[in-house]
């Protein structure tokens, strides 16, 4: 099975701060990489697909980047809307596994 | 606008079968360009997949439920399902369904908006 480790798992930053997320994947997995968004008492929401691919409707200060092993979800500017829990997961091979998951909170 | 609605018993009781059923509404399920999904996560934790059922039927689960989980799909009802047995205390959580993009990357870009199901007695 293919882990992926989120880091950090929590992360408080003040509005219009940069933020940024790893996930790194223990074997490759080329580009098949997304992330969502979990507000609490929701379901997840698609904000990245093949890695750095905005999801339509997605805020542009949201962006993807990476391949192989190593990704990075960055928000470039933080707003309060978007405290939330992120996650990443793999889709290059099954089982499908997901990151851990980072909760962000605004400082 | 495609939609996913969860349905089915919230609370099953150990050693019994959870089942569930995923109904589409906005579009067909029967289409190769997607796959659906069940996804679950238990109070205050992570994603877990549990299983994918494609167009062509062809399953896929997690290894670690792979025993007591089965996939189906009901294209005559836009529906499917998931049926999970032999349930304990650790399957209580909240189960999502999804349906997944074969193009593009497989990822999963809608989702129901889930339903808790609780195991005890």
């Known amino acids: 099975d293919i882990q992926l480790t989120q880091s950090p798992s929590f992360l408080s930053a003040s509005v219009r701060d940069r933020v940024t997320i790893t996930c790194r994947a223990s074997?490759?997995?080329?580009?098949?990489l997304a992330w969502y968004q979990q507000k609490p008492g929701k379901a997840p929401k698609l904000l990245i697909y093949?890695?750095?691919t905005l999801q339509s409707g997605v805020p542009s200060r949201f962006g993807g980047s990476g391949s192989g092993t190593e990704f990075t979800l960055t928000i470039s500017s933080l707003q309060p809307e978007d405290v939330a829990t992120y996650y990443c997961?793999?889709?290059?091979?099954?089982?499908?596994?997901f990151g851990g998951g980072t909760k962000v909170e605004i400082k | 606008q495609l939609q996913l609605q969860e349905s089915g018993p919230g609370l099953v009781k150990p050693s019994e079968t959870l089942s569930l059923t995923c109904t589409v509404s906005?579009?067909?399920?029967?289409?190769?360009?997607?796959?659906w999904g069940w996804i679950r996560q238990p109070t205050g934790k992570g994603l877990e997949w549990i299983g994918t059922?494609?167009?062509?039927?062809?399953?896929y689960y997690n290894p670690s439920l792979k025993s007591r989980v089965t996939v189906s799909v009901d294209t005559s009802k836009n529906q499917f399902s998931l049926k999970l047995n032999s349930v304990t205390a650790a399957d209580t959580a909240v189960y999502y369904c999804?349906?997944?993009?074969?193009?593009?990357?497989?990822?999963?870009?809608?989702w129901g908006q889930g339903t808790l199901v609780t195991v005890s007695s």
């Open positions: 999804a349906r997944g993009q074969v193009a593009a990357g497989y990822y999963f870009d809608y």
């Open positions: 906005g579009g067909s399920i029967s289409s190769s360009d997607y796959y």
């Open positions: 059922i494609y167009f062509s039927a062809n399953t």
């Open positions: 074997q490759g997995i080329s580009s098949y």
């Open positions: 093949a890695a750095s």
């Open positions: 997961q793999q889709l290059n091979s099954y089982p499908l596994t």
